[in-house]
C-alpha cells in the first residue's frame, strides 16, 4: 500500500470487502490491519463458510498479518474495520498490542440486522451475566490432580521462554 492512502481509504476497503464477502458466503463484516510501517492485510469474516466461530473479519486479519510478518506483536498498527468491533475482536486487538481501532457502522447497526454484538457487550457491564453463559472458578478435589499452579510455576522457571 502507499504511505498516501488515508485512514478514510482504508475504512471504506474494509466496506467493500465487507460488501463483497457476503456474495462469498461471508458475513457482512470486513476488516484491514496496517501495520505501522505501512503493510496493509485484509480480512474478512469467515464463520459459516470455515464452521469458525472466531473466524470475525477482525481477527482473520490479524492472524493474516501475524502469520505473514511472522510476529505475535503487531504494536503500532491500526484496524480499521466495518463495523465495531465485538468483544472478542476488541481483546484479539488488545492481544496483539494494536495501537488504534478505527470503525464504520456500529453496534447498533449490527444489531439490527440480528447480530449478536450488542447483547455480548452487554454480558461484560451485567450482573446477570450468569444467566447467559455461567463462568466459575472449580477446585479440584482429587488429590492426585496437577496442582493448579503448575503450568505457572513451569512457565516461570522455563530459561526458554518467549515472554509476551
Ligand atoms: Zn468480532
Redesign the pocket.
Known sequence: MSTTVTAQEFLAKSIELATANVLNSGGPFGAVIVTADGQAFDGVNRVTATNDPTA????TAIRRACSELGTFDLTGATLYTSCE?????LASALWARVERVVFAADRHDAASVGFD?AVFYEYFENDQRDALMPVAKLELEDPQSPPVLQPFNTWNTLDSRIDY
Open positions: 470475525h473479519a477482525e481477527v468491533p465485538c468483544p472478542m475482536c454484538d
